[in-house]
């Protein structure tokens, strides 16, 4: 069957079922992300508090209550920003190399194995802070020996998102895929809010014990693990084969195939019709630009501490309203534009684009605390942009590359902080004590470089369409003119 065959298969046996017989991966994503989000803002308090107590030696009265101490701050936060660039660059470097498989592997063997192994992997590094925190005499950079590295190797959040978002491909139509994408977003998003506002009030009523807030998250991963296993397919398509069917011997070697490298490389670079090649890596740049505003989040959590002195507490209630602005967004803009305005999903990007680079102005000419508040409600609208991008490369390509293609959209996405990450930290220990701010300005340049990519890409598509249009029309008036019925009436 076609592509255009097998969509209608689809259609059929979606129409016939029950709303919460198409629930997939949604739970998984929910309780993968929930469990991030309730140690979202006390993570970062912990490196603070392990770059204070054991690198510089402070007392837990001090760093535990450090926003009153504005040189010790200072001091700290040297170290904790050289440890977060140390970090994002550990756990990056390994899920890039594996993407470069995974993709290949999925759409061979299936989605499943990969989401299942991503999230034994964020499993791990959960367990191993928990040990951190225990061990009071490892300084903060052992949480990247024994919690980063390993949970790297089994492709962590790279293979969860690139997994998550082909499954939901692989089981959806075409019609139907950019609201289903963008119901998953808005399913894991949805606890960014809630599991802020949560983690605050269990960190604070846990007296304030790192320990017990990442056993709560570890429990949650682990409760995901299991709903995978048991809830969601192996194959989602017709062309995906069981890893059984060869011998165990031979598992490893099924995987790490220079065959598959060449495969993933292949299919971003071979030649497609309609200029598709050239929209594919234009996606995959826009990906990864966009998602240089993801890092950005460690050091608005410094900047905030530092310039306008804020307390765990006051940062958890902004991050609260932050994300409870993006799920408003995604639960109502989104919908509008693409069902009731019938928007292009270029435009959709155009617009999330807007409101992250609009959003961050406000940051940096925040001279107080309604300031950031104005700013994050502007930038709520940014979060609709990763769907969009999704959906437009989900029909880029034919099915039997999805999970190849999404594999290397999920490393842009998900990867970034590679390089953003060590942007942001030297931009901020360059300016901290001159002008805080000027990280903001990192994320306002990409997201005018994804706009621009984006415009590219709807100017050029929207060029095409009124050719092949005006092409239809000169036919059409060719066939209706009174010289051509002539001609025919002669014949």
Known sequence: MDEKELDNVLQQTNDNKKWYQKISVEPTMFLYMMAFMLTSVVENVFFVYKSCTVNHGYSHEICINIEKYNETKAEVQQTTTKFLQYNSIAGQIIPIMLALFIGSFSDRRGRKLPLVMGLIGKFVYSSMIVVNSLMTTWPVEYIIYTATIPSAMTGADVAIFASAFTYIADISTQNDRTMRITILDVVYLSTMPSGVFIGKYLYNHLSKSFTKMFIINASLLFLSILYSLIMLDWQTTQKQRPLTEIPKRQWLTDFFDKKHFQQSIRSLTKKRDFNYRTYLILMMVSMGLYAIQRDEKRYLFLFAQYKLNWTTDVYSDFRTFQSASYVLVMLIAVPIFNKVLKWKDTIIVAIGACGHAFGRMFFVFAPSTAFMYAGATVASFGPIVAPALRSITSKLIPSDERGTVFA?????????????????????????????????????????????????IHFNRRKREHDEQKKLNDDALIEQSPDNAESLDSK
């Open 408 to 456: 290397l959209l999920s490393v842009c996405d998900n990867a970034m902080p590679l390089i953003s990450g060590i942007f942001y930290s030297q931009i901020y220990l360059a300016t901290m004590k001159t002008y805080p701010a000027a990280i903001f300005w990192l994320t306002i340049s990409s997201q005018v470089l994804v706009f621009s990519c984006i415009m590219f």
